[in-house]
């Protein structure tokens, strides 16, 4: 197997860790809540590092602020978990706060992943597509939380959420397509 193989197969399994957070809220498991949301953000700061090669010809500033933002993600993320564990209720308020901006923070950088994925093919165009749609719908949604224009409609995020399931699991099957890759990304290719 070669290491863009491996890279994919980590990247998809990265990105079902970073969901472990669902599982996270329940304030009597106080470390099992700090360990999985800070494995959460260790896990969407690694995606970021990993994808960043494949992502940098096709938009390096582009794929410089989504490395950066998904490191701010991932920081937030880590902070969540050590708030989550000391549990004073100041803090917990805290905690939730972390995790409104960490909602903005993350439709962001998911718009520009796959806008930069559609470019580089690296993944089937549908998926990439079904990406950037789920991404705007999500910044819609927390623009009109912000605004409370409407309520909060939590089914909205529901398309993201399967979007990312989806693309791990594709990853972990099939892999980049790398045969469409530009020049400056043939250095990934063989390695």
Same mark, same amino acid.
């Given at each position: 197997?070669?290491?863009?193989?491996?890279?994919?197969?980590?990247?998809?399994?990265?990105?079902?860790?970073?969901?472990?957070?669902?599982?996270?809220?329940?304030?009597?498991?106080?470390?099992?809540?700090?360990?999985?949301?800070?494995?959460?953000?260790?896990?969407?700061?690694?995606?970021?590092?990993?994808?960043?090669?494949?992502?940098?010809?096709?938009?390096?500033? @582009?794929? =410089?602020?989504?490395?950066? $933002?998904?490191? #701010?993600?991932? &920081?937030?993320? %880590?902070?969540?978990?050590?708030? *989550?564990?000391?549990?004073?209720?100041?803090?917990?308020?805290?905690?939730?706060?972390?995790?409104?901006?960490?909602?903005?923070?993350?439709?962001?950088?998911?718009?520009?992943?796959?806008?930069?994925?559609?470019?580089?093919?690296?993944?089937?165009?549908?998926?990439?597509?079904?990406?950037?749609?789920?991404? @705007?719908? =999500?910044?819609?949604?927390? $623009?009109?939380? #912000?605004?409370? &224009?409407?309520? %909060?409609?939590?089914?909205?995020? *529901?398309?993201?959420?399967?979007?990312?399931?989806?693309?791990?699991?594709?990853?972990?099957?099939?892999?980049?397509?790398?045969?469409?890759?530009?020049?400056?990304?043939?250095?990934?290719?063989?390695?």
């Amino acid at each position: 197997m070669n290491r863009n193989r491996k890279i994919a197969i980590t990247v998809g399994i990265l990105i079902l860790i970073a969901y472990c957070i669902v599982g996270s809220n329940n304030p009597n498991a106080k470390i099992l809540g700090m360990v999985l949301e800070v494995i959460s953000g260790l896990a969407v700061i690694g995606i970021a590092v990993l994808i960043f090669p494949f992502l940098k010809p096709y938009g390096k500033k @582009i794929s =410089l602020l989504y490395l950066a $933002l998904k490191g #701010v993600e991932g &920081i937030l993320m %880590v902070i969540a978990g050590v708030l *989550f564990i000391i549990h004073t209720p100041s803090l917990l308020e805290l905690r939730d706060q972390i995790y409104l901006v960490h909602g903005y923070i993350f439709a962001i950088p998911a718009l520009m992943f796959y806008y930069l994925l559609y470019k580089s093919k690296l993944i089937p165009g549908w998926l990439s597509v079904w990406g950037v749609i789920a991404a @705007i719908l =999500l910044i819609i949604v927390n $623009l009109l939380e #912000v605004t409370k &224009i409407i309520p %909060v409609l939590e089914f909205l995020y *529901f398309p993201i959420v399967l979007n990312e399931v989806v693309l791990a699991i594709w990853l972990m099957v099939k892999g980049f397509n790398l045969s469409v890759t530009k020049g400056e990304n043939n250095q990934i290719n063989e390695n």
